[in-house]
């Protein structure tokens, strides 16, 4: 993973985690003023809380889209990889295969 997504994923995740303590931060306020507001104060407050609840899904969507990204991007270049060294990618998972065997094999 080159350094500009290990960039992008660590703002991605700021910036989700800012959206969601402002979704919570808004619920908290929706419950305190609905306890004790008029109607335009609790509708105000519930506007609000729609908006911060809609900025967080569009942070997540970017988030997954972005996972989805990256996921399809390691899988053609394994794809790739592996068609143009057929017998290295063989004798590697001939290799991770044997590992994971000597490992479940000393757990029992």
């Given at each position: 993973?080159d350094q500009q997504t290990r960039t992008d994923i660590h703002d991605s995740r700021d910036r989700l985690?800012?959206?969601?303590?402002?979704?919570?931060?808004?619920?908290?306020?929706?419950?305190?003023?609905?306890?004790?507001?008029?109607?335009?104060?609790?509708?105000?407050?519930?506007?609000?809380?729609?908006?911060?609840?809609?900025?967080?899904?569009?942070?997540?969507?970017?988030?997954?889209?972005?996972?989805?990204?990256?996921?399809?991007?390691?899988?053609?270049?394994?794809?790739?990889?592996?068609?143009?060294?057929?017998?290295?990618?063989?004798?590697?998972?001939?290799?991770?295969?044997?590992?994971?065997?000597?490992?479940?094999?000393?757990?029992?």
């Amino acid at each position: 993973m080159d350094q500009q997504t290990r960039t992008d994923i660590h703002d991605s995740r700021d910036r989700l985690a800012k959206d969601m303590r402002t979704v919570v931060d808004d619920a908290e306020q929706l419950l305190r003023v609905g306890a004790q507001g008029t109607g335009e104060v609790v509708a105000e407050a519930r506007g609000k809380l729609q908006q911060s609840l809609a900025s967080a899904k569009a942070a997540i969507v970017r988030l997954e889209r972005g996972a989805v990204d990256r996921a399809q991007a390691a899988g053609r270049a394994t794809d790739s990889y592996v068609r143009e060294n057929p017998w290295q990618a063989i004798a590697a998972g001939a290799a991770v295969g044997a590992l994971l065997g000597v490992l479940l094999a000393r757990r029992k």
